[in-house]
């Protein structure tokens, strides 16, 4: 992306095709680096303000401290961009934690547990947690 940027740098005729919006988009992988463009997305540029939105609160902290690096590199690759300060907004909701579903009757939709014959043993689906109930039910009644 690197080698695009420069690119793009050289060839007058390209900026006046592209938006300033669509020109950062083309350039701020290489003005910032692979592992921070990952983690941000959305890069647009509102009156003379660089707005881009991060990950979470600890992508926004860390790129505070680095917004004046982050400005004079987006300067130096697109000199007639008119860039005076950044913001950095939290955009992309981190994945949330699942829980996690068995495989036997979660998958399928059907209960684990029946209550429909007089038998507690013969209510259960699953056939090692039936052994298992059968095993401790004789335990507790010997």
Not at 13 to 41: C, E, F, M, Y
Not at 67 to 94: C, N, S, W, Y
């Amino acid at each position: 992306m690197e080698r695009a940027a420069r690119v793009f740098r050289k060839a007058k005729q390209s900026r006046s095709l592209l938006t300033d919006d669509q020109t950062l988009k083309v350039v701020w992988p290489a003005a910032v680096g692979r592992a921070i463009a990952n983690h941000t997305s959305h890069v647009r540029l509102v009156r003379k303000t660089l707005v881009v939105d991060v990950e979470d609160v600890m992508w926004q902290r860390q790129l505070r401290t680095l917004e004046p690096q982050i400005i004079e590199r987006v300067k130096t690759l697109i000199p007639d961009l008119a860039v005076a300060d950044m913001e950095f907004r939290i955009g992309i909701p981190r994945r949330q934690a699942q829980r996690a579903t068995s495989s036997s009757g979660a998958a399928t939709g059907a209960p684990l547990f029946t209550a429909a014959s007089g038998d507690e043993a013969d209510s259960i689906q699953d056939p090692g947690l039936k052994k298992v109930f059968e095993i401790s039910r004789r335990k507790a009644t010997a």
